[in-house]
């Protein structure tokens, strides 16, 4: 595997259900992150994360928990979602953690679609 | 706040008619400009990272540029396999955040 990788690339569930979103990055980078992109919007930042610390989390609502385990690896665990959640939720990696100029790779992304 | 303005949201092209996608910032010390590309169901794909006003980077029929206050992504004669959304971004010097503009639309007729 190469570059950065989500699981899984589609996932319907219910409002009542919990699961999770896996990525990994194959790049050695040190900082990753979770963005959502909804029809007709710009994306936007959910979580930072540098060197498997939190540094950002853009309000989102607790029914999103992220998970940083390593460096490599990057969760969101989802639980009583709403239908406005129904989105592609992309995960991107970079080298550098921020501390310079710090460009940004990003998996395919996961198609959620909550019912 | 740091803010990303794309123009136009959309563009129709014939193949081989050369254009411009604009995009404006503002930001609180720039740290980079990003341009990425990105397929419909996928995710962004880099193109290029500007650092300072002047400067200019290009990729096949891809050219990108970079004022105080704008970024151009150039395209010239364009083919149907360049039809896609480009996406510009904004990386300030408060940390490693970016900050994304609506994109811009792309399609390449035959």
């Known amino acids: 595997e190469t570059g950065v990788t989500q699981t899984p690339r589609h996932l319907v569930m219910g409002m009542t259900n919990k699961k999770s979103l896996k990525c990994e990055q194959h790049l050695g980078h040190n900082a990753m992150y979770w963005y959502k992109q909804s029809a007709k919007k710009p994306l936007e930042l959910m979580f930072v994360y540098n060197f498997k610390e939190q540094t950002e989390n853009n309000s989102v609502p607790s029914r999103f928990s992220p998970e940083c385990p390593n460096s490599s690896h990057l969760f969101l665990h989802l639980h009583t979602l709403q239908p406005e959640d129904s989105a592609l939720y992309l995960c991107a990696s970079s080298q550098y953690g921020g501390r310079t100029t710090d460009t940004q790779y990003f998996g395919p992304g996961t198609r959620l679609t909550v019912l | 706040e740091d803010q990303v303005t794309q123009s136009p949201e959309a563009l129709r092209l014939q193949e081989g008619e050369s254009s411009s996608l604009n995009c404006s910032y503002t930001?609180?010390?720039?740290?980079?400009l990003f341009w990425y590309r990105q397929d419909p169901g996928k995710g962004p794909e880099f193109l290029f990272t500007?650092?300072?006003a002047g400067e200019e980077k290009e990729k096949e029929r891809l050219k990108a540029t970079l004022t105080k206050k704008e970024s151009f992504l150039h395209i010239t004669a364009p083919k149907p396999e360049d039809s896609a959304t480009y996406l510009c971004?904004?990386?300030?010097?408060?940390?490693?955040?970016?900050?994304f503009g609506g994109g811009t639309r792309l399609m390449v007729k035959p």
């Open positions: 500007l650092y300072s």
């Open positions: 930001v609180s010390g720039l740290r980079g």
């Open positions: 971004a904004v990386q300030s010097n408060a940390g490693n955040m970016l900050t």
